[in-house]
């Protein structure tokens, strides 16, 4: 896959002809899926080029001033993804005062600059100033194709209730809609080592801007440099000890004891185990890692994990 980036409305001409599938792809879910299968088939009939064009920042960081609006998939993620799914090229459009400002007429035309003459996208789609853009405007300049609501057993796909779903922490109903589990990528920074005092060392994750579940305790599987690993996540303020008003993000690995400081982890989440509580001491705390490691292990075991 080829990653294109533009910037200051420099929009390049690909050399080939173009579908693409347009749109924030936070999540990269079913629905989004469905978009990107209809681009590929229209492309296997036509003989053109895949793409996805996407915005970047995700427009809500420019609209809404949020300057740290936490995403299902940052764009190195969501990159990732649209590689596996056997995408040509990812247009990523800076999103700015200047691509705030275009009218749709100024924005289609960048479009046919960029050799785009096929379109795919939601039947609610809009763009250009004010949301002014709409699906009808898009079918009078290019080959078009909308892709309906999709509906999941009775129910409608977004991020929005993906995103509503993580926040309650039924990550099992989340993965399903997403069509894989959902992953936080992140570096390894130190912690205050409690962990390791009561035999449960921790990984504390940098998770950067990632959508974070409902604090509490998961069943998680973590991928080291190719290999799986089972393990349990706390996301929380670790009231117990070392009370933090950030919301940490740390990863028992079990059967692992290795120094990944500064290291990548792709932290894949199972199943909420329980929520975050308080406990009267160390000797507490840990006894009730051990039930949790337990339960994970349970779970495993009921998932037919062979590690």
Same mark, same amino acid.
């Given at each position: 896959? +080829? ?13 080939? =002809? ?48 949020? $300057?740290?609006?936490?995403?299902? $998939? ?6 990732? +993804? ?5 995408? %040509?090229?990812? +247009?990523?459009?800076?999103?700015? %005062? /200047? ?30 100033? =004010? ?15 909308? &892709?309906? =609501?999709?509906?999941? %057993? ?6 929005? @209730?993906?995103?509503?779903?993580? *926040? ?6 989340? !993965? ?10 992140? =570096? ?7 962990? *390791? ?19 509490? #305790?998961?069943? #998680?599987? &973590? ?16 009231? $117990? ?8 993000? /740390? &990863?028992?690995?079990? !059967?692992?004891?290795? %120094?990944?400081?500064?290291?990548? @982890?792709?932290?894949?989440?199972? /199943?909420?185990? *329980?929520?975050?509580?308080?406990? !009267?001491?160390?000797?507490? @705390? ?17 998932? !037919?994990?062979?590690?």
């Amino acid at each position: 896959m +080829i990653s294109i980036y533009i910037k200051d409305k420099n929009f390049i001409t690909i050399p080939e =002809k173009v579908c693409a599938a347009i749109g924030n792809f936070d999540g990269v879910h079913l629905g989004h899926q469905r978009l990107i299968e209809e681009c590929k088939k229209q492309c296997l009939e036509k003989g053109y080029k895949s793409a996805v064009l996407t915005f970047y920042p995700h427009p809500s960081v420019f609209l809404k001033h949020m $300057t740290n609006y936490p995403l299902l $998939t940052p764009l190195e993620t969501k990159t990732e +993804i649209l590689a596996r799914l056997g995408i %040509d090229y990812l +247009i990523v459009v800076e999103f700015d %005062d /200047e691509l705030a400002a275009m009218s749709k007429e100024e924005f289609m035309t960048a479009l046919h600059q960029m050799n785009i003459v096929s379109c795919v996208c939601g039947y609610d789609f809009t763009f250009a100033r =004010k949301a002014e853009g709409t699906i009808l405007d898009l079918e009078k300049e290019f080959e078009f194709h909308e &892709v309906k =609501k999709y509906v999941y %057993d009775d129910v409608r796909v977004s991020s929005t @209730l993906i995103r509503e779903l993580i *926040r309650e922490g039924d990550i099992h109903e989340a !993965n399903r809609l997403l069509g894989r589990q959902y992953t936080i990528s992140g =570096k390894v920074r130190y912690g205050s080592q409690t962990g *390791r005092t009561i035999g449960f060392p921790t990984a504390n994750l940098n998770y950067r801007n990632y959508f974070l579940p409902k604090t509490g #305790v998961y069943f #998680v599987n &973590v991928l080291i440099d190719g290999i799986l690993y089972l393990g349990m996540a706390n996301i929380g303020h670790n009231p $117990t000890v070392n009370f933090s008003d950030d919301i940490r993000m /740390e &990863v028992n690995i079990f !059967n692992f004891d290795s %120094d990944i400081y500064d290291q990548k @982890l792709d932290v894949i989440f199972i /199943e909420r185990i *329980r929520d975050e509580h308080r406990f !009267n001491n160390l000797e507490e @705390l840990k006894k009730q890692l051990k039930i949790d490691k337990a339960a994970c292990l349970e779970l495993a075991g009921d998932m !037919n994990y062979t590690k």
